[in-house]
């Protein structure tokens, strides 16, 4: 009779007893690559590509994988799909819902990875631990990935506000800081960019600095102003 530590140490197997077609979705700037695991299929993942931005071929693969199963099982199953939330935004996530497909969107830095394989954080989940990642949320087990809660186009667009202007202050900050450097170099000092008067202020700081033109002024002799200083 097997003891507890032998059932622990045994390999758990895919299950698939959750009556649905599971799918993840790997989207790239040029390919999509869809990872699929069916009824029927022998508990064996399936891997498919297409071109990024395709819709209509994945909505036809989502086809394809249901008349599968329907011819292996005798039944009909639902498509349960993942993705990872990147700069493809939820276009896609919104597509899938709108054709009545389960689509979940994933945290990437939530899923555990093996400490032997550690990867650069720019480094993608692959779709076999996106598709294990959403087996296993579907089985109720805690903590194996955290699913991000898709906000509205409303609620998207708003953020996209506030992204867009924390931006556009970071590249001011470099400009500003940029405009000050150039004028420290030529001896200029106290000019700030923001200042409403800033062309006048940078006119008077101009006038102040000596021209190349003027000739040089003897030590023992008090300092004249030249004409251009003086007007």
């Known amino acids: 009779m097997p003891t ?9 197997a895919i299950q698939t007893n959750l009556a649905a077609i ?8 040029s390919i999509w690559l869809v990872t699929s695991l069916s009824p029927g299929g022998g508990e064996k993942m399936s891997k498919h590509s297409l071109q990024a931005g395709d819709v209509a071929s994945l909505l036809v693969r989502f086809g394809e994988l249901k008349q599968k199963a329907l011819t292996r099982t005798g039944k009909s199953f639902p498509i349960v799909a993942i993705q990872e939330a990147g700069l493809d935004g939820f276009c896609l ?4 819902q709108s054709e009545g497909i389960e689509s979940h969107v994933v945290d990437p830095a939530s899923i555990a990875t093996s400490r032997r394989r550690r990867r650069a954080k720019t480094d993608k989940i692959d779709g076999e631990a996106l598709l ?3 087996l296993a949320n579907k089985r109720g087990e805690p903590r194996v990935c955290a699913m991000v809660k898709v906000p509205t186009p409303e609620e998207e667009d708003r953020r996209r506000l506030c992204r867009e202007r ?3 202050i970071a590249e ?5 800081n940029r405009i000050k450097g150039l004028l420290f170099s030529q001896g200029i000092f106290g000019y700030e960019p923001l200042r409403r008067d800033r062309r006048q202020r940078l006119d008077e700081l101009t006038r102040r600095q000596p021209s190349p033109t003027d000739p040089p002024q003897d030590s023992n002799q008090p300092r004249t102003r ?3 200083t003086a007007a």
């Open 4 to 12: 507890a530590a032998d059932r622990a140490e045994a390999p758990t």
């Open 132 to 134: 294990r990642a959403l």
């Open 166 to 168: 924390k931006v556009l």
């Open 226 to 228: 030249s004409p251009r």
């Open 22 to 29: 599971f799918v993840s979705l790997e989207l790239s700037r």
């Open 93 to 96: 996530h919104r597509v899938l």
């Open 172 to 176: 001011r900050v470099e400009h500003v």
